[in-house]
């Protein structure tokens, strides 16, 4: 090229496509990309098939797959292209085979000689799946499970049921009838399934409904009366957590005071519960055991050789107060009472009652024969531990 001279002009720049384009390809896009998450094993064609078509659609490039975009001419601009996106589709459609078919499959040069390879040797047969299928939903039961997961589990086969047939499409008056027909069947299905017990009530309310609700308000319904089972449910066990409790508690302190279970038996006293080591009429009486009027020494009783007189341990039990000293007085009939003779333990023992009340009560029991056994024991000896004049009274 000599001084002066023009050089010629640049060749011109290939054909630039849009995003939108069918013979627009991603930066990202590359051939290890996986377009479905459902693998072709053999069996499953019409999922597959379904899930696959999505992403190219999305892409607008499903017509390489069926043939409605052509092989452009050697001599078009676009024939490069078409090369690029047609070698792209066959990975992504290899990517999704299962290892068992992708090893008796050949790469052919057109994406739409695999596409029909595949179809015409997985897709024939469909009869023994369909009935397959239907058993499936005729045994696809709640049995305890969350509605959800049923649901999902029935929706799933019935989806693929409706994959392999094919229902005509109406287009006359009649189409908005037979629609209902259809979704009625799918809202029976469901309902028969579902555990009677617990949403028996709903499925009857729903059934009842006129027009009959769609599927999905159908599932809405039965969910909301499910949460809330599950709230009263955690309700009652709350409750009966609490009273077993309670109960606990009470059986407890009765076992405490009684021996329970406990089998060691006192030599001395003949309860069950502890020992002779331990037993207080030997060792005498804690004082956590000096409520409700009871003395510290058990009614006067220090130890097994001594014990206090009846006059000193009937005056303990009377100036203790409340409800023992109240039922000493009544029980002791030793005392020889007049009318008139209220000293002031009576008074301590029972500070409710009047002097006149008193005297109505002493001159009612004047007079009364004590039992010989009863006031010699208890005169002399004091009571005994759940003898009933014991304040805890006879278990």
């Not at 849009?18 to 693998?39: D, K, M, N, Q, W």
């Not at 000293?325 to 009047?354: W, Y």
């Amino acid at each position: 090229m000599t001084s002066g001279e023009v050089p010629p002009p640049p060749p011109p720049p290939g054909p630039r496509y849009e995003p939108f384009s069918a013979y627009y390809l991603h930066p990202s896009e590359g051939t290890r990309v996986v377009i479905s998450p459902i693998l072709l094993k053999g069996d499953n064609y019409k999922e597959w098939s379904r899930s696959l078509r999505n992403n190219p659609r999305a892409k607008n490039k499903l017509g390489f797959i069926d043939g409605t975009i052509t092989v452009p001419d050697a001599k078009s601009p676009d024939f490069d292209q078409w090369g690029i996106v047609n070698s792209m589709l066959v990975a992504w459609i290899v990517n999704t085979l299962d290892v068992s078919v992708r090893s008796t499959v050949r790469f052919p040069d057109h994406v739409k000689s695999l596409w029909d390879d595949l179809r015409d040797r997985y897709s024939l047969g469909n009869g023994p799946r369909i009935l397959d299928l239907k058993a499936q939903i005729v045994d696809c039961k709640q049995r305890g499970r969350p509605v959800a997961v049923y649901f999902g589990e029935l929706r799933k086969l019935q989806d693929e049921l409706a994959s392999y047939v094919k229902v005509p499409k109406c287009t006359c008056t009649a189409a908005h009838e037979y629609a209902k027909i259809v979704e009625s069947e799918l809202l029976h299905q469901f309902c028969i399934s579902l555990e009677p017990k617990k949403f028996g009530g709903v499925v009857s309310t729903l059934l009842m409904m006129d027009p009959v609700p769609s599927l999905n308000v159908a599932y809405a319904k039965v969910v909301s009366e499910e949460r809330k089972q599950t709230v009263s449910d955690a309700q009652d066990t709350r409750s009966e957590a609490v009273g077993f409790a309670a109960s606990g508690s009470a059986q407890a302190r009765t076992t405490s005071w009684s021996g329970g279970g406990d089998a060691r038996v006192c030599d001395h006293c003949g309860k069950k519960g502890h020992e002779k080591e331990k037993c207080f009429d030997l060792v005498g009486w804690p004082e956590s055991f000096n409520g409700g009027g009871r003395g510290g020494n058990r009614g006067g009783r220090t130890s097994r050789g001594g014990r206090q007189s009846s006059s000193g341990s009937r005056g303990s039990r009377q100036s203790s107060g409340g409800g023992r000293g109240f039922a000493a007085n009544m029980s002791n009939n030793t005392r020889q009472l007049s009318g008139s003779e209220i000293n002031e333990n009576d008074r301590q023992s029972a500070p409710t009652l009047t002097d006149a009340q008193w005297a109505q009560f002493l001159n009612a029991i004047k007079g009364g024969k004590p039992t010989n056994n009863y006031s010699s024991d208890q005169t002399s000896h004091g009571l005994h531990f759940e003898e009933p004049d014991w304040s805890g009274g006879a278990v």
